[in-house]
């Protein structure tokens, strides 16, 4: 039999997010390292096979952990994406519990989210001349690919909480107890540093994108331990735990 190759279009993207630095299980990688008109994304995009489908990864934070949250060019890694052929995109983004269901350890289908970040360049139509979008956001993550999500993990045996609300704060310092309180009246569920302006972005160059969050643990004042301290190995530890089912939901997506 013929060694597979690369080529032939992408199945699927992936953008990795804290703690999730590779891709388990892809194999034949070959690293690309493309420069976009918005600069250089995050990092090498590795382009390989997972369940003889052709996949991409990017780490979104780099594969060192270099790149806070409001600094990652996120206009150069969906533009980088997109011009190796994504169409999917499935972002895995670590983020903090608020209300009951979404307790350490939970992976997540979001549905909706709400946008605190600011500074942040969030749109392709920036510099002078570029064409004005207004694109339609009022589903931010694309229904199909969440369905494909849901299926996949069904498929595959791994539990995921299908909705929810994922509010976008600046980072890279967490949030305090009032601000968790406000998102909790807002109707957030979930706290993270990186769905905005990623999602956006995607929306704008017409992809397929849906976020799985992983959660690493509670917000502050939130959960049966309000007073309880968050600290880097709980949080890296919980990200493992939680992450141990998405190859085989990766591969259930592909295999659909």
């Known amino acids: ?143 199909s690919l969440r369905r494909e999500v849901m299926a996949a993990a069904a498929s595959a045996g791994v539990e995921v909480v299908d909705g929810g609300c994922y509010g976008a704060t600046q980072g890279p310092r967490l949030e305090t107890r009032a601000e968790i309180a406000r998102m909790r009246r807002d109707g957030c569920d979930l706290v993270g540093m990186t769905g905005m302006p990623e999602a956006g972005l995607a929306r704008e160059l017409g992809l397929e994108y849906a976020c799985l969050a992983i959660v690493a643990n509670w917000a502050a004042g939130a959960g049966p331990h309000a007073d309880e301290v968050i600290t880097l190995e709980d949080v890296l530890a919980n990200v493992a735990a939680a992450s141990s089912g998405l190859p085989d939901l990766v591969g259930a997506m592909l295999a659909g």
């Open 1 to 143: 039999m013929a060694p597979q190759t690369n080529d032939g279009p992408l199945a699927l993207a992936v953008i990795g997010g804290t703690g999730v630095y590779r891709l388990a299980g892809l194999e034949d990688e070959e690293a690309h390292q493309p420069v976009t008109r918005y600069g250089a994304p995050s990092g090498p995009v590795r382009v390989g096979r997972l369940a003889g489908r052709r996949v991409a990864f990017l780490a979104r934070h780099g594969e060192g952990h270099s790149v806070p949250p409001h600094q990652v060019n996120y206009r150069a890694n969906i533009a980088a994406l997109h011009a190796l052929g994504a169409t999917r995109v499935l972002a895995l983004n670590t983020v903090g519990g608020i209300t009951g269901r979404f307790g350490p350890r939970v992976l997540a289908c979001p549905d909706q989210l709400i946008d605190y970040t600011w500074g942040r360049v969030s749109i392709y139509c920036e510099e002078p001349g570029s064409d004005v979008l207004h694109v339609d956001f009022g589903d931010p993550y694309t229904p």
